[in-house]
């Protein structure tokens, strides 16, 4: 059965720290996909990326990247040079190709920014 | 904006009632999905239709029952509500969902807080 773990139950920063938050996953799947999902106090559930399995590669997207590695099983994400508005929980979901694009979500990590 | 609506963003009723919660979908989208947030279980998947047809179950309790409408918008149905059921519910939506086909994007609604007093 697919499973998403994030460990870190809440993180808090100061301003313009980096951070990274983890996610690990397990699934039987050799095409999976892999998706990070902002909330945001006001409660809506953001969709910040989407990755398949067969894309190692790093993402960049202004201050945020992504690191995908299939040998750990891993999928980290880290905010660079952190604000106050990426104050959050972040939710890191498994969807696999044999189960109609359903999502797994990992319990969600809560990102604390301090001014 | 993701281009989801829900109604009603809450609903307060008592246990025993029945509600119904409303989605509309992104335009273009056939795939409707509902997931409920609680405290202690976190984001879980209940059900998803596709085009019409219900594709997949969850963990939806067998008092919960959804439909999606010729004009793809969905409807979740909670009956002898009990205090348990107060959560979050979201509906997404993506343009496909059908097994076999990559999975897409799947973009969510402002989502319906249900209090059962």
């Known amino acids: 059965a697919q499973k998403v773990t994030q460990a870190q139950t809440e993180i808090s920063v100061v301003e313009k720290e980096d951070v990274t938050l983890d996610c690990v996953y397990e699934t039987r799947d050799t095409t999976y996909y892999l998706f990070w999902y902002k909330q945001p106090p006001s409660g809506e559930l953001v969709f910040l990326i989407r990755r398949n399995s067969f894309d190692e590669q790093n993402e960049i997207s202004g201050r945020y990247s992504w690191n995908f590695q299939k040998s750990t099983s891993s999928f980290n994400f880290t905010i660079t040079a952190s604000q106050v508005v990426d104050s959050a929980v972040y939710f890191c979901?498994?969807?696999?190709?044999?189960?109609?694009?359903?999502?797994?979500f990992g319990k969600g990590t809560m990102l604390l920014v301090s001014p | 904006d993701s281009g989801v609506t829900q109604t009603p963003k809450h609903l307060i009723t008592a246990t025993g009632q029945r509600v119904t919660l409303r989605c509309s979908p992104r335009s273009g989208d056939l795939s409707v999905y509902w997931y409920q947030q609680s405290l202690d279980q976190g984001l879980q998947f209940l059900i998803q239709y596709y085009n019409g047809e219900e594709r997949a179950k969850g963990n939806i309790l067998e008092r919960f029952s959804a439909q999606q409408f010729p004009d793809l918008h969905s409807e979740l149905n909670l009956s002898s509500l009990e205090l348990g059921d107060s959560a979050l519910y979201f509906c997404?939506?993506?343009?496909?969902?059908?097994?076999?086909?990559?999975?897409?994007?799947?973009?969510f609604g402002p989502g319906t807080r249900l209090t059962v007093l």
């Open positions: 979901a498994l969807s696999e190709d044999s189960g109609y694009s359903t999502l797994t």
């Open positions: 997404a939506s993506s343009v496909g969902g059908a097994s076999g086909v990559q999975a897409d994007t799947q973009y």
